[in-house]
């Protein structure tokens, strides 16, 4: 069995700050990891995933994401947030190996002040 | 790009009518989901196909919901009868049988409101 645990339901930053978005998981085996971004009234996108090569994963619009094993993390992050990444973000897991069901976060909203 | 379709993206309905939401999968993606999301319970599983077979419902109320796969171009999740609880926004995602190491495609969603 696996989940994730999504810290902070709502996370704001300024306009040109750091995003950081928290994403603790629990697996039995080796997992696979997501982050999946949704904007208001569509469905989900996948934003980058980790798939047991580099640890550090690059994304679609400059996010990026580490895997850290010892912490089981797979925090998200942005260098510098813009207005359009004003979104929800949703971490997922999944058991590698072959196919698997993945299962979610509950999402944090995040919200990008000017 | 290809895409998940899913209809009707608005759905409002009396308290014990039967609802039919449909999605079409990406062609060729031979796996394929339904989910709920709630403010309250964020993202849930209903059910998953393979191969048009399903895998796993245990996540969907065997009562009133059912999801059915009749071709490889169709799947649909039919409430009945639709009760309040059940106003949420069901997305549908599609993929392959390693999707897993993918991702899945979402579909935009059918927002439904039982009154």
């Known amino acids: 069995a696996q989940s994730v645990t999504q810290l902070g339901s709502h996370v704001s930053v300024s306009e040109g700050a750091l995003v950081l978005l928290r994403c603790n998981y629990s697996s039995s085996v080796p997992p696979y990891l997501f982050w999946y971004v949704q904007y208001p009234n569509q469905g989900l996108q996948l934003l980058l995933k980790?798939?047991?090569?580099?640890?550090l994963v690059k994304g679609i619009n400059g996010f990026e994401a580490e895997f850290k094993k010892s912490e089981t993390s797979f925090h998200l992050t942005k260098p510098s947030a813009h207005m359009s990444d004003a979104a929800e973000y949703f971490c997922?897991?999944?058991?590698?190996?072959?196919?698997?069901?993945?299962?979610f976060g509950i999402g944090t909203k995040l919200q990008v002040i000017p | 790009d290809a895409r998940v379709t899913q209809t009707p993206r608005h759905k409002v309905t009396e308290m014990g009518q039967e609802v039919t939401m449909r999605c079409q999968p990406i062609l060729g993606h031979n796996t394929v989901f339904w989910y709920r999301q709630t403010m309250m319970q964020g993202l849930e599983l209903l059910a998953y196909f393979r191969n048009r077979a399903p895998l796993d419902d245990s996540g969907m109320p065997k009562d009133r919901f059912s999801a059915e796969m009749p071709d490889a171009t169709l799947a649909t999740l039919k409430i009945q009868p639709s009760e309040p609880r059940d106003s949420a926004v069901y997305f549908c995602a599609s993929g392959l049988d390693s999707a897993g190491a993918i991702g899945y495609t979402f579909g935009s969603g059918t927002r439904l409101t039982v009154v």
């Open positions: 997922a897991v999944s058991a590698s190996g072959g196919y698997q069901k993945v299962t």
């Open positions: 980790y798939t047991s090569a580099a640890t």
